[in-house]
């Protein structure tokens, strides 16, 4: 504001702007100070929101059995095959034999001696494949031999075969390849129609043609144990349960196939559970955090919905597993106890104990039905972050509480406009009067000093 100084000398608007901004410091600082606290618990709130989900996660892997039944499998030649396996897959070894891979038929034409564009004929191709087929018009105008592999691969329906052309010394021939592996994707070539030029592409696989198949259709064969097995691809997975093969050559011998519990696997899972839960920890202390030589207190210290959220999560991790029993009913019993810092720690050598005793037990208090530790987290973090929960009606509170007092600060400002209106008026009323005052004086002193020189 620019510096006026009235006719008296009052400078009116620096006078005015230094009581309105004191009344508006005296009415904003109480606003301004909850506006920062809602917003740093806003923001804690927003963390506390991403640990959970974060943990979320973790757990949600954890509900099912399955998870703590991993397979370890091996082959002992992986240039023949390798192999995977679910954690349903039963344990053992087989010895599994690679007669044959399974191959794509591949068709090859009579050789055109004028190359891609040596004219073939019109009609109509009948191409079926498998169990589907599919029409390829040819007209005068895509007659040619790359014409007719543009259409075909073009064509609609067109799902398993692929069209190339094959260049060698006495010509262009045009090939076609299935799509997929097996004795049942089988090509076969009809034509009708046209000039008669297309019946040099005609192949049934049984009458002579001058379409030569370059390679047949043909299933994988293995022999797991002297039995046969046949397979239209290359990945068996209906051979043993649970296991998958993905054969890459035949063999002469035997490979051993080997598939055993993977306990190493087994124990990173209680690992990283271990380590999520205490990523989860260390983040909820710093939100209640108190430092008692600087005082400086975290965001959600002492707050109701933080206490509950680790009350209920610290009961899901103590509480025994209800149906289980013997010695192993509770994660401490598994090796998993509780620091005197809050955070969990993982004594290798009694889970290791727990998994000799019987190799399911991890299975079970982590995942059993309703009951499993991961599963009564998994339910309660659900409930906590689901919409409506806990988390979201305090974050709708804060923002509400925002939204308050922006308005409240609307208020003030408006407050303040008005009040600075009547200020300048009040000042530069009185400003006009101490002038007037200032000229009567000044013209009674003239009259006094007038007087005092004629006598």
Not at 59 to 84: G, I, M, Q, Y
């Amino acid at each position: 504001m620019a510096t006026t100084i009235g006719a008296s000398g009052i400078d009116v608007n620096s006078l005015v702007s230094q009581l309105v901004s004191a009344e508006r410091t005296q009415a904003q600082t109480p606003v301004t100070g909850r506006q920062s606290r809602a917003t740093v618990q806003l923001s804690a709130v927003s963390t506390l929101k991403g640990a959970l989900s974060t943990f979320q996660t973790t757990v949600n892997a954890l509900t099912t059995s399955a998870t703590f039944s991993p397979r370890s499998t091996t082959s002992s030649d992986e240039d023949v095959f390798t192999a995977s396996s679910a954690s349903d897959a039963s344990t053992g070894s087989y010895d599994v034999e690679v007669v044959a891979l399974a191959k794509a038929q591949q068709l090859a034409s009579a050789a055109f001696a004028d190359g891609s564009t040596s004219p073939v004929g019109t009609g109509t191709l009948t191409i079926t494949y498998g169990e589907k087929s599919f029409d390829v018009a040819i007209e005068s105008g895509n007659n040619t031999l790359a014409g007719v592999r543009d259409a075909i691969n073009k064509a609609t329906g067109n799902t398993g075969v692929q069209a190339t052309l094959l260049n060698e010394h006495g010509g262009t021939r045009l090939v076609l390849t299935s799509a997929k592996t097996g004795a049942e994707n089988t090509i076969k070539i009809a034509q009708s129609g046209g000039d008669g030029g297309l019946s040099k592409l005609a192949y049934d696989g049984v009458s002579a043609s001058t379409v030569t198949q370059m390679q047949a259709a043909q299933d994988a064969h293995i022999k797991i144990a002297t039995f046969d097995h046949y397979s239209a691809t290359n990945t068996v997975t209906d051979a043993i349960d649970g296991v998958t093969l993905n054969l890459k050559t035949t063999s002469d011998d035997p490979v051993t196939l080997r598939v055993s519990e993977d306990s190493s696997a087994l124990k990173q899972r209680v690992s990283s559970f271990v380590t999520a839960y205490n990523s989860l920890y260390s983040n909820m202390s710093k939100l209640r955090s108190f430092d008692p030589n600087t005082k400086a207190a975290g965001p959600l210290l002492g707050d109701a919905l933080l206490r509950g959220i680790e009350s209920q999560i610290g009961l899901d991790l103590s509480n025994p597993v209800a149906g289980m029993t013997g010695d192993f009913k509770t994660l401490a019993s598994l090796g998993i106890t509780r620091q005197t810092d809050g955070t969990l720690a993982l004594d290798s050598a009694k889970l290791d104990k727990a998994l000799n005793a019987d190799s399911t037990v991890v299975a079970k208090i982590f995942g059993s039905k309703d009951t499993g530790v991961a599963v009564k987290l998994s339910k309660d973090l659900a409930t906590m972050l689901k919409d409506g929960g806990v988390i979201d009606s305090r974050n709708d509170s804060i923002q509400n509480n925002l939204k308050t007092l922006a308005a409240d600060s609307e208020a003030i400002d408006a407050r303040m406009t008005v009040l600075q209106k009547r200020l300048t008026k009040q000042f530069t009323a009185l400003d006009t009067l101490l002038s007037q005052l200032q000229t009567t004086s000044n013209y009674l002193s003239a009259q006094l000093s007038s007087l005092s020189g004629s006598n």
